[in-house]
């Protein structure tokens, strides 16, 4: 069993994330939740993680996280998950609440089970930068993370050099890649592999519904027309890469790399350079998925919600 803190900004992709940790509860248990600013800001990424931990009947409690980078200015992806941050769906009234204090929920839970948990940031990685620095103890009692985040062999789909949440802050992403814990990293390379299609969403349509079904396909009707719209192409599954390899990680292939971030330069200001692939480096950089596999497990997922 894979026990996780999953930190996320719903955020359309990280709607999905959830839902497929949930789904696949038989292998991975999830801890905590954080919310954290990134796709748009806390008070609206906290409403939209309450809103799918209440329909996705998840007890896990639920926690804030940043309210902004640790040096740059906040930016956001309105543009994509809009004004809301996940635009599309209507929830009912909700009776969640904010359970406390992301960032100590993460560093007793870490730090008191050495060796056990993973943490997924599905998000700008600022709560996970915080919690290296805070305690020392932290990095070395995790037993790997796992996000999503950065690009090695192409460009960004914020700047044509960086990916939203290593763009939204450098520098915690920097801290992160260099703390010496086992990264894994699903970037751009990986994740638009896994672009959406008709034939997806016609597919779960046809699947008996659970509470999530009409979120899911009130959410990706605007998010496949934002994307449409600002990148030209279906949207992709970017944040539940992280999940799927948790619960199979024979869908993606992967390189052995050190990562670094650039933070001084204006043009490739959050880039993900990664070292020469020599056998060695921290970070797992996840460069091949399995299309077949992954939307077989997304399928198994969707189909075992409550
Ligand atoms: C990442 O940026 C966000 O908009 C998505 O939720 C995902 O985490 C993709 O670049
Ligand atoms: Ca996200």
Not at 3 to 14: A, E, S
Not at 143 to 150: N, P, Q, S, T, W
Request: glycine share 6%; proline share 6%.
């Amino acid at each position: 069993m894979e026990r996780i803190i999953i930190d996320c900004d719903p955020g359309h992709d990280d709607a999905v994330a959830l839902a497929m940790a949930r789904g696949l509860s038989d292998k991975i248990k999830v801890e905590a939740i954080i919310a954290t600013y990134g796709n748009q800001s806390i008070d609206k990424t906290l409403t939209n993680t309450l809103n799918l931990a209440q329909a996705l009947k998840y007890d896990a409690p639920v926690y804030t996280g940043s309210l902004r980078p640790l040096i740059r200015e906040r930016v956001a992806a309105g543009y994509i998950h809009g004004e809301n941050g996940l635009a599309g769906p209507v929830f009912p009234p909700c009776t969640r609440y904010c359970n406390g204090n992301g960032i100590t929920t993460a560093l007793d839970l870490v730090i008191n089970n050495p060796g056990e948990i993973t943490f997924v940031s599905v998000g700008p990685f600022t709560d996970l930068a915080v919690c290296i620095k805070a305690d020392p103890r932290f990095a070395k009692s995790l037993k790997r993370i796992v996000v999503m985040g950065g690009a090695i062999n192409r460009s960004g789909n914020v700047t044509p050099s960086a990916e939203f949440n290593v763009y939204a802050d450098p520098e915690a992403a920097q801290i992160v890649f260099n703390s010496g814990v086992d990264v894994v990293m699903f970037g751009l390379d990986v994740t638009l592999q896994l672009t959406l299609s008709d034939e997806i969403i016609e597919n779960v349509k046809k699947m008996p519904a659970t509470s999530y079904t009409p979120i899911f396909l009130a959410a990706m009707e605007c998010y496949v027309a934002a994307c449409k719209e600002y990148v030209h192409d279906y949207p992709s599954m970017h944040d539940p890469c992280t999940i799927a390899y948790l619960a199979d990680p024979s869908i993606f292939e992967f390189e052995r790399r050190s990562v670094q971030v650039d933070c001084k330069s204006e043009l490739n200001y959050g880039r993900t350079v990664a070292a020469f692939p020599n056998g060695e480096g921290n970070v797992l950089v996840g460069v091949k998925a399995y299309k077949e596999k992954f939307w077989s497990l997304f399928y198994e997922a969707l189909s075992r919600l409550p």
